[in-house]
Nanobody, 119 residues
Framework: QVQLVESGGGLVQPGGSLRLSCAAS????????MGWYRQAPGKQREMVAV???????DYAASVKGRFTIFRDTAKNMVYLQMNSLKPEDTAVYYC?????????????WGQGTQVTVSS
C-alpha cells in the first residue's frame, strides 16, 4: 500500500507562490528517484521535479528556474517550492518515489493536491 500524502495546494494568482508538501513512508522516501509529478485536465501525468539518489535534482524544462524541490530526511518529507506560477501550472500535483522518473512506472499514487493558477 502506497503511503503518500500531498498537501499545500490551492488557488493562487499568476505570479504567486505555493509550497507543496509530501509525507512519504520510509520505503518510498528512500527511493532512488523521489519527486513531484502533475496531471492537468486532458493531459498525461508528467514529471515536474525529482531528487535522484538523494543529491541530484532534475526539473521539467517548463518549471526550471521557478520551482525548487528539496527534502527533509529527518521527517521523510519532500517539498516543492513553486514561484512565478503561471496558469499552465494548473494541475493536480502528486509525489512518488521509485527507480525511475517515468510516471507510467508507478503502480500507485496518493490523492494529490490541486493547484489552480488563475486571476
Amino acid at each position: 500500500q502506497v503511503q503518500l500524502v500531498e498537501s499545500g495546494g490551492g488557488l493562487v494568482q499568476p505570479g504567486g507562490s505555493l509550497r507543496l508538501s509530501c509525507a512519504a513512508s520510509e520505503s518510498i522516501f528512500s527511493s532512488y528517484v523521489m519527486g513531484w509529478y502533475r496531471q492537468a485536465p486532458g493531459k498525461q501525468r508528467e514529471m515536474v521535479a525529482v531528487i535522484i539518489n538523494g543529491r541530484t535534482t532534475d526539473y521539467a524544462a517548463s518549471v526550471k528556474g521557478r520551482f525548487t524541490i528539496f527534502r527533509d530526511t529527518a521527517k521523510n518529507m519532500v517539498y516543492l517550492q513553486m514561484n512565478s506560477l503561471k496558469p499552465e501550472d494548473t494541475a493536480v500535483y502528486y509525489c512518488n518515489g521509485g527507480r525511475t522518473a517515468t510516471p507510467a512506472a508507478f503502480g500507485s499514487w496518493g490523492q494529490g493536491t490541486q493547484v489552480t493558477v488563475s486571476s
